[in-house]
Structure formats: C-alpha cells, structure tokens
C-alpha cells in the first residue's frame, strides 16, 4: 500500500511540475488567477485517494482539484496520522473553478488551493461518526 502512495505522489508531482512549466508562458492566465483567488475556511478531509473541502461560509462541499498547492495539501493532512479520517478545519487561499464531474456530461465547481495557511487540529471531527 505504501508502494501504491509513492507512486501516486511521485505521479502527482510529475503531473505538477508539468502545469507549473505550462502556466509559466500564459501571463494573461496567472493575472486571472491572483484576481480570482479568495480565503477559504472549512474542513478539509483526504479519504480513499480524494479531497473533499466543505466551505463554512456557503455550506457547500468542493472537490479539491489535484494541482496547485494540492499535494503539500495532502502531505501535510497525511503526516498527522490519523488512525481514522478525520474532517480537519484548513483556511486556504485559492478559486472555484467549474470542470468536467466524473459522470459524462455533468460539471462540478471544484476547489483549487494556490496557497495553504494551515490547519488548525484543534478543530477535528471523525468523518464517520458513530
């Protein structure tokens, strides 16, 4: 299972760096970005390979799209070892962003972070409860 996470990183950033190069040349679109992000606050939970972000101030759930700061995202909720998934309170800086959903010919408004303030574990909750 680890040899499985590796990978998935190790694609993941592969995936990244490839984005970052492209988005390098494109001025236009990193001026659109910086004037679309805004500060997200709510949890943030990693559970069976994807990331959920439930927004408190529209009480709506995103999809966390896998690019931008996502994969310090998931180190960082990953290295607090939690023996259950946990629902963990994350303020963000980042854009909504509609994309393709995963059923064909549906869209979903999905989440990308361009910068993490941090997580407070003071503010945690099972994702499962009893």
Request: charged share 20%; hydrophobic share 40%.
């Given at each position: 299972?680890k040899?499985?996470?590796?990978?998935?990183?190790?694609?993941?950033?592969?995936?990244?760096?490839s984005?970052?190069?492209e988005?390098?040349?494109?001025?236009?679109a990193?001026?659109q970005?910086?004037?679309?992000?805004?500060?997200?606050?709510?949890d943030?939970?990693?559970?069976?390979?994807?990331?959920v972000?439930?927004?408190?101030?529209?009480?709506?759930?995103?999809?966390?799209?896998?690019?931008?700061?996502?994969?310090n995202?998931?180190?960082?909720?990953?290295?607090?070892n939690?023996d259950e998934?946990?629902?963990?309170?994350?303020?963000?800086?980042?854009?909504?962003?509609?994309?393709?959903?995963?059923?064909?010919?549906t869209?979903?408004?999905?989440?990308?972070?361009?910068k993490?303030?941090g997580?407070?574990?003071?503010?945690?909750?099972?994702?499962?409860?009893e």
């Amino acid at each position: 299972m680890k040899k499985f996470y590796l990978l998935l990183i190790i694609f993941m950033l592969a995936i990244s760096c490839s984005n970052n190069r492209e988005s390098n040349h494109n001025n236009a679109a990193e001026t659109q970005l910086s004037s679309n992000t805004q500060v997200f606050e709510g949890d943030f939970v990693y559970y069976a390979d994807s990331a959920v972000f439930s927004n408190y101030a529209e009480m709506k759930n995103y999809p966390v799209a896998m690019e931008g700061e996502y994969i310090n995202l998931e180190r960082e909720y990953t290295g607090f070892n939690f023996d259950e998934p946990f629902k963990v309170n994350l303020k963000a800086e980042g854009y909504l962003e509609e994309r393709q959903g995963m059923e064909e010919g549906t869209t979903n408004m999905f989440l990308i972070v361009t910068k993490i303030i941090g997580f407070d574990t003071n503010k945690t909750m099972p994702l499962f409860q009893e």
